[in-house]
């Protein structure tokens, strides 16, 4: 036996059987409030990527334009 | 060779797991499905531990939010249903803690017990008279104190060792044994003197 059973006599032992019926949009209110967080999180990530990809968008704009200027320079 | 209802329980609910872990994004169907299988237990859970039958159904809801971001950590050591208590009991202990620090009685505070032992008892005996045999249970347990209740629901209805109880709890081992020990002595007395003057009623 269980040494945490030892104890537990009949009524004890009632206290697993123990259920209570959720109201009826319990089911639906878990979904709602799933994919409200899925949502939040995506433009939580969504907003952090966002500067990143502009950044990095501008980074490589600039290094083209100044392998450009870069170029014409060499060529005059 | 037949399994056991409780290996045929943990089979499923391992495929369920993998299922709603492999699911693509904004696919809870199988999730859906360990929430209807939990769900019952859970409610009750919630509200014998916080004896706040307003908030019980916010707090199951907030488990299974909890259970869904956390499931793909999940690594199967333990069985769903035993991880699934163990996010109720923190949850439900951290709510306690939030709601009862205005009142400033700690949940480890021995004389918090003296006080709920004076505040209840004389509520729930008039409420139990006229309970079935859940509500009894129920109004039993509201009547005890956090400090016995809380540990009792822990071992006896989440079935968590005592280690993992004392962990939660932030008390000691032997501790943990003594009060699970007198919630059930508690329990039981209070269940068996019930049923006597129900049975008294009824003759």
Known sequence: MNPQEENAGEPVRLLQEQEREPSSGFLARVRRKIHRRSATSQFAAFSWHLPRAILIEMISVFAHIFSAMDGRRKDS | ?203
């Not at chain 2, 509200?47 to 999940?74: H, I, P, Y």
């Not at chain 2, 280690?163 to 939660?168: D, K, R, T």
Request: net charge negative; proline share 2%.
């Open chain 2, 1 to 203: 060779m037949e399994m056991e209802p409780s290996e045929v329980s943990r089979d499923r609910d391992e495929e369920l797991v993998r299922a709603a872990q492999n699911a693509p994004e904004g696919d809870l169907r199988a999730f859906e499905e360990l929430i209807h299988l939990y769900q019952n237990r859970i409610l009750a859970d919630c509200q014998f531990l916080t004896r706040d039958q307003n908030n019980a159904e916010d707090l199951a809801q907030e488990v299974f939010v909890k259970a869904f971001f956390g499931l793909q950590r999940f690594e199967g050591r333990s069985s769903f249903r035993h991880w699934l208590q163990r996010i109720k009991v923190n949850h439900c202990l951290n709510h306690i803690k939030k709601r009862d620090g205005k009142e400033s009685l700690a949940l480890d505070d021995e004389s918090a017990e003296k006080i709920e032992q004076l505040r209840v008892p004389a509520v729930a005996a008039k409420e139990i008279e006229e309970m079935e045999d859940s509500l009894r249970i129920e109004g039993i347990l509201n009547s005890m104190p956090a400090t016995l209740r809380v540990p009792l629901i822990m071992c006896d209805m989440d079935e968590l060792s005592y280690e993992e109880i004392a962990a939660a709890l932030g008390i000691g081992l032997s501790a943990v044994k003594m009060r699970i020990k007198r919630a059930r002595e508690q329990f039981r007395r209070a269940y068996e003197g019930d049923a006597k003057v129900t049975g008294q009623a009824a003759t």
